[in-house]
């Protein structure tokens, strides 16, 4: 029996109407990846982002050094959107920030096990556990990815901490630089270039491509020639330096960087809360439950 929150998860998802969501869900058993891919396989829906599962609450910050030359970009979580106005809370998340770095940790436990930069006494898993006990919630430190390099690396924060990222140019401007964060924070590249996507991943979207061309009635040896063709605007999706600039769409990223002498060796971009399920609360049944009780 497919339920009604299921059809409204898979309608916010992908923007497929009410009965075609449902149809698919109940051919999938339920089953809300693969509902997904046989819209896309009807030409029904596009692909559905894993961000859009974003839910948990809290922060994402960055700090790049003086020299322009070490940035790092943090995600610590809480338990409610009020933490991440809490200025004991900002300031904690920004010395995280800081902490990576500076001491560049291998990992979470690590980090976690190191001395506080701030509180030298302290280890940074002593300081966030004090923080949980003053501001009275849950926190945890999710991620984190330092970048050192040569040429330079730049920072962009939006959303009041919603979205953070960092870029790495070599022969680039600090101008330049923060042009492509802005661009990365906006269009959501998954990938830098053609050559960084997974065969896997470009193997099961050619699957789809033909799919949806052979549902339009297409010829095989016709489908296979307009796969051919709809595999770039994929590209142009997820890669980066494919992507319309979003300050002059007419060029492409990779084309305006190079134009300029420079070019992006990586970049990392958190949303905060992606990937997580936050547990939906039903606030009548929790009084219901609490007047029981």
């Known amino acids: 029996m497919i339920s009604a929150s299921q059809v409204k998860d898979l309608r916010e998802k992908t923007g497929a109407g009410m009965m075609d969501c449902k149809k698919v869900l109940t051919e999938t058993d339920g089953d809300m990846e693969k509902a997904i891919e046989l819209l ?51 300031s904690f998340v920004a010395d995280v920030a800081k902490q990576v770095a500076q001491n560049n940790p291998s990992d979470v436990d690590d980090l976690l096990a190191q001395k506080s930069i701030v509180e030298p006494d302290k280890t940074v898993g002593e300081v966030l556990t004090n923080k949980i006990a003053t501001i009275g919630e849950n926190m945890s430190v999710r991620r984190f990815k330092r970048i050192e390099t040569e040429g330079i690396v730049e920072k962009y924060i939006h959303g009041e901490g919603k979205i953070g990222v960092l870029v790495e140019l070599s022969n ?25 996507v997974p065969e896997e991943r470009v193997n099961k979207e050619l699957e789809i491509l033909k799919a949806q061309a052979m549902n339009e009635g297409k010829p095989e040896a016709i489908a296979e020639k307009m796969v051919q063709g709809r595999i770039g605007k994929f590209y142009s999706e997820i890669c980066l330096v494919e992507q319309p600039f979003v300050k002059n769409p007419d060029e492409k990223v990779g084309q305006m960087v190079e134009s300029k002498g420079a070019k992006i060796l990586q970049f990392v971009r958190f ?23």
């Open 271 to 293: 949303e905060k809360g992606e990937g997580i399920e936050k547990k939906e609360e039903n606030f009548a049944e929790e009084v219901a439950k609490q007047i029981k009780g």
């Open 40 to 90: 896309r396989e009807r030409g029904i829906a596009k692909a559905a982002k894993k961000s859009d599962r974003i839910a948990a609450e809290g922060l994402v910050e960055a700090y790049i050094s003086e020299d322009g030359k070490i940035g790092a970009v943090v995600e610590v979580n809480a338990e409610t959107d009020f933490v991440a106005k809490n200025d004991e809370f900002k």
């Open 172 to 196: 680039g401007t600090k101008e330049l630089a923060k042009d492509i964060c802005m661009q990365i924070a906006a269009a959501r590249p998954e990938y830098l270039d053609k050559e960084s």
